[in-house]
């Protein structure tokens, strides 16, 4: 997307990474759905596409998607690890099944 799309457009877009970010909160149950924070994403996405209209000439619809994947999925990313910190991670179940399974055997 940063070789297709302007400098300026590319960085218009990724002020979008919050709504995804949001989004991706809700769908794993980290966050909760407020009118308060939905009304100030609405005005966040309203004026991304005020401030895009002046890219018109040079509008590139592959980049255009590449970008939003890629802000969707930062978005997506953050909440996975959000949600892996807060459920201590992948390794702590095995990783306490070890620790008791070594502290067993030493007897």
């Not at 004026?47 to 255009?64: K, Y």
């Not at 992948?90 to 070594?102: A, C, F």
């Amino acid at each position: 997307a940063l070789k297709i799309l302007t400098v300026s457009f590319g960085t218009i877009l990724k002020g979008v990474a919050p709504v995804f970010t949001f989004f991706w909160g809700l769908v794993f149950g980290l966050e909760q759905f407020s009118w308060k924070i939905g009304t100030s994403l609405l005005l966040i996405s309203v004026g991304i596409v005020f401030a895009s209209f002046g890219e018109g000439q040079e509008f590139q619809l592959v980049g255009f998607c590449l970008q939003l994947t890629a802000s969707a999925l930062g978005g997506m990313r953050w909440a996975l690890t959000h949600k892996l910190l807060q459920t201590g991670g992948i390794l702590s179940s095995s990783s306490s099944s070890e620790n008791s399974s070594s502290s067993n055997n030493d007897d």
